[in-house]
């Protein structure tokens, strides 16, 4: 059996694609983790009675884009991963991180971004 590190082909899915997020909410158990990613989208109404093109904003169509389900040791990897491209911007001075927040987060508690 060789010791040589197997060849990866990076390959992307028919149905892949980017997404853009305003938030986002999930929640982790001893053996899975869920996140949901979701867009606000704004739905306005022209407003009667008022100015040519003046709107009024009736409703937020929260539209979830994808759900990512992975194991409680993926979702541990991945916050480990995150924290650790957040702190070289933070060394670099080219982020803040924004004050703690004064009440941990609930189990599926939404985060706006």
């Known amino acids: 059996m060789s010791k040589t590190p197997p060849k990866f082909d ?3 899915h028919p149905q892949f694609r980017v997404i853009h997020i305003d ?3 999930g929640g982790l158990n001893p053996q899975t983790g869920d996140i949901k990613f979701f867009l606000d989208i704004a ?19 929260r539209e979830i884009q994808v759900e990512v389900r992975m194991s409680s040791a993926a979702w541990m ?10 702190k070289r911007l933070e ?20 985060y706006r971004v």
């Open 10 to 12: 990076i390959t992307k």
């Open 23 to 25: 938030g986002f909410f």
């Open 43 to 61: 739905e306005p109404r022209i407003k009667t009675g008022g100015k040519p093109g003046e709107m009024e904003l009736d409703k937020v169509n």
């Open 77 to 86: 990897n991945m916050a480990a991963w995150m924290e650790r491209h957040i």
């Open 91 to 110: 060394d670099l001075g080219i982020i803040k991180r924004e004050k703690k927040r004064k009440k941990p987060p609930v189990k599926g508690e939404e």
